[in-house]
């Protein structure tokens, strides 16, 4: 009987973990982007800093701007063109033993945009396409 409950509790731990959500979305990302302490905006054009937005207010503003919770994973489409892109900065953790930050900010996050519903998410070494909604779209492309 032991033998059976243990395969059981096995078997059911395998499929749970095994399930893969088909409709992967960018949601999960919410909390890392909404840490951001500074967004610069670089247009694509330009290829400098046209903007930065570091009072919290705006940074809010921008990140539910993103509307994560509608974003799909898709392939970029070989005629998009980048119209610009956001760095995301913060200050490091603090670290045990440290009284207060360096306050010296580090790059967390790149956002690349394009003139299609499309944006490209570089996290460190995760690299990945999104395809969003048009308004999003068009919300984004607005600060270039």
């Not at 409709?23 to 982007?33: G, H, K, P, R």
């Not at 993103?66 to 670290?95: M, N, R, V, Y």
């Amino acid at each position: 009987m032991r033998k059976i409950l243990f395969i059981l509790a096995v078997l059911c731990f395998l499929m749970c973990g095994c399930q893969k959500n088909e409709n992967s979305d960018a949601s999960e990302y919410q909390d890392e982007l909404s840490k951001a302490q500074e967004i610069t905006v670089v247009s694509e054009d330009t290829s400098k800093i046209t903007r930065t937005i570091t009072k919290d207010k705006d940074l809010k503003k921008f990140v539910n701007a993103l509307d994560l919770e509608h974003w799909k994973l898709g392939e970029l489409p070989d005629d998009a063109k980048k119209t610009g892109t956001f760095g995301f900065s913060q200050e490091e953790t603090i670290k045990f033993g440290e009284t207060k930050p360096d306050e010296k900010l580090y790059d967390v996050c790149e956002i690349t945009m394009y003139d299609q519903p499309y944006i490209d998410l570089e996290i460190g070494d995760i690299h990945m396409v999104f395809q969003i909604t048009e308004q999003t779209a068009n919300d984004l492309n607005d600060y270039f």
